[in-house]
């Protein structure tokens, strides 16, 4: 089973027992973080698909560390002018285990009409 959720402004999939980065959430590591913003839900029978969200999905995460990421430069030049600036910024981080997807039963995709079964 896999899901489709948004956080960070960002949408990832994943499945059970994914590990994933995403921006800084509230939470101690050990403790468990539920997503509710699902946008997709599939299985092997079929997938799922949220207008925009899918009711009574769910993720559940648990919080593996606190952390910041790896540096990143931002270097900033105008050329003839001696202009040059130069800064570092690491971006706050949390690391999360998908422990449990709960979701609304997926349906099975309805087969698409082609153009002769439409006539």
Request: aromatic share 4%.
């Amino acid at each position: 089973m896999f899901a489709v959720v948004k956080t960070g402004g960002k949408q990832y999939r994943v499945a059970e027992g994914d590990v994933i980065k995403v921006e800084k959430l509230d939470g101690e590591v050990g403790k468990n973080v539920v997503l509710d913003e699902v946008l997709m839900v599939g299985d092997d029978k079929g997938v799922k698909v949220g207008e925009p969200l899918v009711k009574g999905a769910k993720v559940t995460f648990e919080v593996l560390e606190q952390k910041k990421d790896k540096k990143i430069i931002v270097f900033k030049k105008k050329r003839r002018h001696n202009y040059r600036r130069k800064k570092g910024h690491r971006q706050e981080v949390t690391v999360l285990r998908v422990t449990k997807i709960a979701g609304a039963a997926a349906k099975k995709a309805a087969p698409k009409k082609t153009e002769a079964a439409a006539e």
